[in-house]
């Protein structure tokens, strides 16, 4: 095939509709003008003119004919209608972006030249009147991302910063310094071109180690970080500049409280069974309510605003949750009561050692001033299904401890954790605790197996507990990558009991 240069694009001689042209078109898409020296958003350098065949049918059942057999040969720019309304109110079709309309010679005889066997029939036999127009595209047409690329010093798309993350109203950038120049710029255009976003904010330090938090600009829209955010079903309600929420984990979220609601499920089940069977035995009598079924206990060390309390409590489960953060703890409290479930989700605002050490203590005051949990419709029943009553267990089935940076930390308050309430004894059922945690390795390395990234993370346990845990019996969930040298993991492990009821022991 021979290849010409036209508007800066090799262009193809034979503009037939067959597959490489499809290609071709794709390719050839127009793009705004280049304005690398723009630091500071002029929406009005970003119009491009461009030359358009507009064929206009003087029988309008022609058209929707065209536009079916001739796809190749019509507009297919997004946002453009092809079908156009004409001066005397006819109907006119917009041809394919791509046809070269230059030169002195008469543009019917030039468009008709290039298109497809078809289109050519077709518009000879309704007689279509073929004229050029010049269509604008403005800054409203392009994306974020091509205005990106016309603005930024970039060589390749693939570095250009348009990657975001939403908080309700909020979109959360981490933009790298040598786009600091750029910022409100690209601010700008992420809330121009995202209904949603009313503020966009970036990240401008670390998160701090003791709450998780971070300093952050904003760079366009409403200074209003008080957002509302949906999430498994659950409403969650705080100020994003004031507390910890990272949108990318909801997925860790469900995963989890699936896995406590399993072992829950599978209890219910079998108590809804019996009762079901007691009651069709005794059908000519009153229905038998259902004994009260143990309540499964999670005590969640980290909770944030509530991510993996809220959809627990909604499940039925029994949460006791906890975070340091004096404004964490008003949003968690809050949103236990936006989310009605309170009387499945206690809230407290300690230490995280202090929290773990204290945590079966608290349960146990709980349970002796209420040792039952009244049903709350918080979840859907089917018809006919009997309402369980709970009791509140004398021990946790879970621990969740979502603070990556440092959990592993804070095991060694784990020591003694059956040592500190009356009442327990060997037998009694030990936790699962679930630790997240970061693994990274230095530039230069090569990414560590599953194996070796295990046997660090173990490593780092042992020296908190002082046990050494069977890596067949612990589960590790790799959750997201952080960085390109930084993962994200989950380690799951029954504690042993050695841990539970070693003597208690304080650090300063």
Request: glycine share 4%; aromatic share 10%.
């Amino acid at each position: 095939m021979k290849f010409n240069f036209w508007k800066g694009l090799w262009k193809p001689k034979s503009l037939t509709p067959t597959l490489s042209h499809r290609l071709y078109r794709r390719m050839y898409t127009p793009q705004p003008p280049l304005n690398r020296e723009m630091t500071v958003l002029d929406r009005s350098k970003f119009t491009v003119s461009l030359n358009l065949a507009l064929a206009k049918f003087p029988d309008p059942k022609y058209i929707a004919q065209f536009a079916k057999e001739c796809k190749a040969d019509i507009l297919q720019l997004r946002s453009i209608n092809h079908v156009q309304k004409t001066d005397d109110n006819g109907r006119a079709v917009l041809l394919r972006h791509d046809l070269d309309l230059e030169g002195g010679e008469d543009v019917a005889s030039k468009v008709m030249s290039q298109l497809s066997p078809r289109g050519k029939e077709l518009l000879t036999e309704a007689q279509a009147d073929i004229t050029k127009i010049v269509k604008d595209l403005d800054y409203d047409f392009w994306r974020a991302d091509e205005i990106f690329y016309s603005v930024l010093p970039v060589t390749e798309k693939d570095e250009i910063p348009s990657g975001f993350s939403m908080v309700g109203h909020v979109a959360h950038l981490n933009l790298r310094s040598e786009w600091k120049d750029y910022d409100r710029l690209i601010g700008q255009v992420i809330l121009d071109k995202n209904p949603r976003v009313k503020t966009v904010v970036n990240k401008v330090d670390s998160i701090d180690t003791k709450f998780r938090t971070f300093k952050m600009d904003v760079l366009a829209g409403e200074d209003n970080t008080e957002v509302e955010q949906h999430e498994s079903g659950c409403r969650f309600q705080f100020d994003f500049a004031k507390v910890y929420w990272n949108s990318r984990l909801h997925t860790e979220h469900d995963r989890l409280v699936s896995l406590f609601r399993g072992e829950a499920s599978s209890r219910e089940r079998k108590q809804q069974e019996r009762a079901k069977r007691e009651n069709h035995e005794k059908s000519t009598e009153t229905a038998v309510e259902p004994d009260n079924t143990p309540a499964t206990a999670v005590c969640d060390v980290f909770a944030g605003v509530g991510p993996f309390a809220v959809p627990s409590g909604r499940t039925s489960l029994f949460v006791m949750a906890n975070d340091l953060n004096p404004y964490s703890y008003e949003a968690l409290e809050h949103n236990v009561k936006l989310n009605k479930v309170s009387e499945y989700v206690k809230c407290f605002n300690l230490d995280g050692a202090e929290y773990v050490q204290q945590s079966m203590k608290l349960l146990d005051e709980h349970r002796r001033t209420q040792p039952t949990i009244n049903p709350v419709q918080v979840r859907k029943r089917k018809a006919g299904q009997p309402v369980v009553k709970q009791d509140i267990p004398n021990h946790y089935s879970h621990y969740v401890m979502n603070l990556p940076d440092s959990a592993i930390e804070f095991l060694w308050s784990f020591k003694g954790l059956y040592t500190t309430v009356d009442g327990l004894s060997q037998d009694t059922p030990l936790p699962h605790v679930h630790v997240h945690c970061f693994h990274k390795w230095e530039a230069g390395e090569e990414e560590p197996s599953k194996e070796e990234t295990k046997a660090a993370l173990l490593e780092r346990v042992y020296k908190q507990i002082d046990v050494r845990l069977d890596p067949n019996e612990v589960g590790m969930h790799w959750v997201r990558k952080v960085s390109p040298k930084k993962d994200m993991f989950c380690i799951s492990f029954e504690l042993p009991k050695e841990v539970a009821w070693a003597p208690q022991v304080n650090k300063e």
